[in-house]
């Protein structure tokens, strides 16, 4: 097998504290550069207020409405819409339609759970590997 080869291990979505459903589709030390998720937040869900310490992330809508929050300033995201998260910002989103919201999760480098910092409870969470 090459070594650029990394194959599926078959990922499965998983509830996390964060108050969101997340698929990891890259993940690996193999590509320490980036990670790239699916999250889906159920209608009325309001994620937790985290930060994700050196770690920048982009939100990529793919289906569903919402508003997300970084850094205090709210703003109304639909689908293909995208928002940039700077590297240590408070964020959140609110799914505000009647189904499930969904986006992609893109981080660079990529994301690492010792990374995320839960500002609802002010107490590092271990979420996602």
């Known amino acids: 097998m090459p070594d650029w080869l990394i194959q599926s291990t078959g ?23 980036a990670s ?3 999250a889906r937040v159920e209608p009325g ?27 205090g300033i709210r703003q109304r995201l639909g689908v293909g819409d995208q928002a940039v998260i700077p590297a240590d910002a408070a964020q959140r989103i609110t799914n505000t339609g009647g189904g499930d919201l969904e986006f992609y999760c893109v981080c660079t480098p990529r994301f690492r759970p010792e990374g995320y910092v839960d500002l609802e409870n002010r107490n590092p969470t271990h979420g996602v590997d």
């Open 45 to 71: 869900v309001t994620t937790q207020l985290h930060k994700l310490t050196g770690i920048c992330e982009r939100y990529v809508i793919r289906k569903g409405e919402g508003v997300v929050e970084i850094d």
């Open 11 to 33: 990922q499965k979505e998983f509830w996390t504290e964060e108050r969101c459903y997340i698929t990891e589709l890259m993940n690996t030390p193999a590509s320490p550069e």
């Open 36 to 38: 790239l998720a699916i």
